[in-house]
């Protein structure tokens, strides 16, 4: 067996049946208390483990390394600590070390692993790691990106001007949609454009936001809002900085739990904050042909124009909380309309016109309804 294990390895295993018992993470920390009971855990979605247990590629050792469970407590806890008598305090800090250091052993993995099936993904092989067909997935992208290409119209004007063969097959949609929403009152002509989320309900029938996630101390999560999501449906993306194994990621990655691993070691940063948000954006405009965007950078402010791309807030699956959503890579095929890669929520970071982008998806594992979470599973295994 290949053994692959994407993303979360101590955060499935600890979520999956250990006490969690433990004083919650400070405001602001992206951080859950580990079954240690004194450690923030610390994870990230699409890390994955190869036979040997060695988790591929360098940036990723020094994340695995860093960011399980790896960081010390609390300074109350060291204080108690140091007050023991020195035999009791070192078997202490021992058994502290342990209980932190064992999600990075693999024979404790690999032993545990067997009796925590409930949050790792099982994928018998890695041509059978997409639920649905990659055609499926660039319809639904097409259909919803056409549609907030439309709904913005006046904004698009300069693309149209430099492309005037394609002007008259998105004046045709804008005129089907103008009938469809006259029974509605909706007017084109004036400003009264919708919303992204309302777009997307239009389109897609369901809308997604991020949220106060329903689990204690996860932070934020993302939610369905309205309507819902049938079973095999895109319903978000997960955007960021696109890194082929053997690019440099060592500093974008220290602290920071938002590094998506793709089943062939490609790495995506979807982190919105710091060094990750500078590189994206310098990524972004070096890409810039002219009027004509290469990539969406809205997911970094508040005000995102592709609603979609809020897949790295979902959170992981727990005990209580099966995944009802799981990841899928999709290359965006060269054909791709040139218009509408303004709302690509990725960019890579390497200026390399041979490789073609990588998307991420999430996939709807079953119908989602209103007011649900989002939940993947940060931890798989490939056979
Ligand atoms: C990719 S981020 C997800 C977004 C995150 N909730 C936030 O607010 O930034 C991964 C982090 O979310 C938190 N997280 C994800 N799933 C969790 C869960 N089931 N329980 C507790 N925390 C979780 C952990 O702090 C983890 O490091």
Redesign the pocket.
């Known amino acids: 067996m290949t053994l692959v294990t994407p993303a979360h390895k101590a ?1 499935s295993l600890g ?1 999956s049946g250990e006490s969690l018992a433990a004083p919650p993470p400070r405001s602001g920390e ?3 208390p580990g079954p240690c009971g004194t450690h923030p855990l ?4 699409g890390l994955r483990l190869d036979a040997s247990g060695a988790v591929r590629g360098a940036a990723a050792r020094a994340r695995w390394g860093r960011d399980s469970c790896g960081t010390p407590g609390p300074a109350r806890f060291r204080g108690k600590g140091a007050a023991l008598p020195g035999g009791a305090a070192m078997l202490r800090a021992l058994r502290r070390r342990w209980a932190s250091y064992r999600y990075r052993f693999v024979p404790w993995i690999a032993l545990h692993l067997r009796h925590k099936r409930r949050t790792i993904r099982y994928v018998p092989e890695k041509s059978k790691d997409k639920i649905i067909s990659d055609e499926d997935v660039l319809e639904t992208l097409l259909k919803i990106f056409k549609a907030l290409f439309i709904n913005n119209f006046s904004r698009q004007m300069d693309f149209l001007a430099l492309l005037p063969e394609i002007k008259s097959e998105y004046l045709k949609l804008l005129t089907i949609q103008y009938k469809r929403s006259k029974t509605t009152g909706y007017n084109h002509q004036s400003q009264n454009i919708f919303n992204p989320e309302e777009v997307l309900f239009n389109t897609l029938g369901f809308s997604i936001t991020r949220d106060r ?1 329903s ?1 204690i ?5 993302v939610f369905v809002t309205k309507g819902f999501v049938p079973k095999g449906a895109v319903v978000s993306m997960y955007p960021g900085t696109v890194y082929q194994k053997y690019e440099p990621i060592f500093f974008q990655s220290i602290g920071n ?2 590094i998506f691993r793709c089943i062939d070691g490609v790495l995506i940063d ?1 982190n919105d904050k710091g060094i990750s948000k500078a590189v994206y954006r310098s990524c972004s405009k070096r890409d810039q042909l002219g009027p004509f965007q290469m990539s969406d950078i809205t997911w970094l402010t508040p005000a995102v124009q592709n609603p979609l791309a809020v897949g ?7 005990h209580n ?1 099966a995944a009802n959503v799981c990841y899928q890579e999709f290359d965006v095929p060269e054909y791709f309309p040139i218009e509408l890669k303004q709302y690509l929520p990725n960019i890579t970071y390497s200026h390399d016109m041979l490789i073609p982008l990588r998307c991420v998806v999430l996939v709807a594992l079953r119908e989602i309804k209103q007011g649900e979470e989002l939940f993947s599973n ?1 931890y798989t295994i490939v056979n």
């Not at 101390?217 to 999560?221: I, L, Q, V």
Request: hydrophobic residues 30%; contains cysteine.
């Open positions: 955060a979520n992206e951080a859950w610390h994870w990230e979605p996630s689990l101390s996860a932070g934020t999560g739990p938002f979807g790295q807030y979902v959170n992981n699956c727990s909380k940060y």
